[in-house]
């Protein structure tokens, strides 16, 4: 599927030097290694469409390559919203900060900190429109406690998506050889700070540091998950 060369999607193909682009042919079929959790994931993209789509498009971000970028996190959650036990963390981070607290919230798994940077961050861009800066409340408890409550509204968080998009697409505008590749930095970016270096990025996106899992076990490349699924089930969303 081409892609335009014009607003975000031009990211794609203007990032350079990307040396994990390659796809494996013997890559892992992780529909089948997350089982039920990759259908989940499937079910609640087709389910809650009626408002990603628009929201996207509103903005001019593309599509699929949104959801690939997310969709291990969708399917991490899954697998673990039945769990986890986060109250106490999240009281911990109202009133301490993230230097006491900070731990994936909601669908898409943001942590209050990543929350935080989209926030500092998208303020530079139009997107910051969609948040409420930090001096904008009376206090630091009363901030923690609005970015929480974005993050378990499906649709809220989803703005710091949106947001993540944008910023990435002002942030790396070096030239990259194709989609793939586009993909799989991006889906690194989200996963490991979109804060750091193209350089320090690129160098991540094949680490196996991903598992569904609450304790030890195999890990995957979030980067190749996401990829995996743009590939294979781009076609197949509702």
């Known amino acids: 599927m081409p892609l335009k060369k014009t607003g975000i999607a031009a990211v794609f193909l203007t990032l350079i030097s990307y040396s994990a682009g390659t796809v494996q042919s013997q890559q892992p079929d992780y529909s089948v290694i997350f089982g039920t959790d990759w259908q989940k994931a499937i079910d609640f993209v087709e389910e809650n469409n009626s408002w990603i789509k628009p929201a996207l498009s509103k903005h001019g971000i593309p599509y699929a390559e949104t959801i690939a970028v997310i969709f291990p996190e969708l399917v991490r959650y899954s697998a ?5 036990e986060i109250t106490l963390l999240k009281t911990l981070y109202r ?4 230097d006491y607290a900070d731990f994936s919230v909601g669908v898409f798994q943001i942590k209050p900190s990543f929350a935080e940077r989209i926030i500092e961050e998208s ?4 997107i910051g429109r969609l948040f409420k800066t930090r001096d904008r409340f009376p206090n630091d408890y009363q901030f923690r406690a609005a970015v929480i409550s974005d993050l378990e509204d499906p649709e809220r968080e989803f703005k710091y998506i949106i947001a993540f998009m944008k910023i990435c697409e002002k942030k790396f505008r070096i030239k990259r050889e194709d989609e793939t590749s586009g993909i799989k930095f991006l ?6 700070g979109f804060w750091k270096s193209e350089e320090e990025i690129s160098m991540m996106a094949d680490k196996k540091f991903f598992n569904t899992k609450l304790f030890k076990t195999e890990n995957y490349s979030y980067a190749d998950v996401s990829l995996f699924w743009f590939i294979n089930y781009q076609k197949t969303i509702k």
């Open 123 to 126: 303020q530079n861009i139009r």
């Open 95 to 98: 009133n301490l900060g993230e």
């Open 80 to 84: 673990l919203r039945d769990k986890m």
């Open 187 to 192: 889906a690194t970016a989200y996963n490991t």
